[in-house]
């Protein structure tokens, strides 16, 4: 463990650096190009469609994401920071990372105040309903990632949507900052009305989600049920630091339940070392600028043990959860691209389609 003096310095130089980062950071795009990504999905050419297809979505390589993904439908991302100020600076720079990496900007920040993370103090309820909405909006699948109290938010979101929280959810509207007076979407695909619950979303994960976080009111849950995970998504990731004691991992805690599935969610677990910090692991905006981390990123696949001592010292507490949740993203952003694709070709007709 880091000593206490030395660890809170730590932190204040990573908040520190955050803040001079954020002052470089370009503005949310609010040019018609920018403002197209929240008023629906554009076909892309017949020479795209057909590259978006051919793709692999277990191996995506940095060219991929640039020259193809990147191009073509994107879903949205839902950053859930914690709940401690300033620590949605940590997501800032998480949501930095990705850009870097190649994921659109627009498609991360708020369509409509243009923040980088939301807060758990939010209801999850809401955030429910903005999933809905986006969904209709566009016909992509959003992804949620969530760090601490933010994990506990993505996963209670999953369980808004299953309909644990109650038989309906209003739709959450980014653009006017309201909530809908509905409680059902218009599908994307088929054309018919449907509840908001039971819309679903691509992938989530959530890092050291639980600890004293649930001593809190809003976060009381049954234990037998705090790591269910519902068919609400695809694909979930469950991030744990084999010592972690503001989430309470620690070795031999019986209340540390591993997350498992509550149906067909296809669920992982991943426990990352000790020498991972809680409250700054998401601090990743600097290593997509380093190339030699940049490629060992990119070259990552869930299980390979890939060494890491080649690496600067600085990516050590970061760079194991940064390529594990980018692969995630990669793959569900593929998938997403692939099947909004093939779902306008059965829709449209031919000339149009290949267009």
């Not at 001593?215 to 037998?224: A, H, I, K, R, T």
């Not at 991972?276 to 990552?300: M, Q």
Request: with cysteine; proline share 7%.
């Amino acid at each position: 463990m880091i000593p206490g003096k030395r660890w809170f310095a730590m932190l204040f130089i990573a908040f520190v650096a955050l803040a001079l980062a954020g002052c470089a950071m370009q503005p949310i795009d609010d040019t018609a190009a920018g403002q197209a990504a929240t008023r629906g999905t554009v076909m892309p050419d017949r020479t795209l469609q057909e590259r978006l297809l051919a793709l692999d979505p277990e191996h995506i390589s940095d060219r991929d994401v640039r020259e193809v993904l990147a191009k073509g439908p994107t879903p949205r991302i839902m950053l859930l920071h914690g709940g401690v100020f300033p620590v949605h600076l940590v997501m800032i720079s998480f949501g930095n990372f990705l850009t870097g990496m190649g994921y659109p900007e627009a498609k991360i920040r708020d369509p409509g105040d243009g923040e980088w993370s939301y807060s758990p103090y939010l209801r999850t309820g809401q955030l429910a309903g903005l999933v809905a909405w986006q969904y209709e909006h566009d016909g992509l699948h959003p992804m949620l990632i969530g760090h601490s109290q933010g994990g506990l938010s993505a996963v209670r979101i999953l369980k808004d949507l299953a309909g644990q929280s109650g038989d309906s959810l209003r739709v959450w509207n980014p653009l006017t900052a309201t909530l809908e007076p509905r409680t059902t979407i218009v599908d994307p695909f088929t054309g018919r009305e449907r509840p908001v619950v039971g819309v679903s979303v691509s992938y989530a994960s959530a890092i050291g989600a639980g600890g004293w976080a649930l001593l809190l009111p809003n976060w009381w849950e049954d234990l037998d049920t705090l790591r269910k995970i519902p068919d609400t998504v695809n694909d979930f990731t469950g991030y744990f630091i084999e010592v972690d004691l503001f989430a309470l991992s620690l070795p031999g805690n019986p209340l540390d339940k591993r997350y498992e599935n509550n149906g067909k969610a296809h669920v992982r677990n991943v426990t990352l070392p000790a020498s991972y910090n809680h409250v700054v692991a998401p601090v990743t905006h600097t290593l997509a600028n380093d190339p030699a981390v940049r490629e060992w990123i990119n070259a990552y696949v869930p299980g390979d043990n890939r060494d890491t001592s080649s690496l600067p010292l600085e990516a050590a507490g970061h760079v194991l959860w940064a390529a594990d949740v980018w692969y995630s993203i990669k793959k569900n952003w593929c998938l997403e691209a692939q099947r909004w694709v093939r779902a306008q070709r059965e829709r449209l007709p031919a000339g149009r389609a290949a267009q």
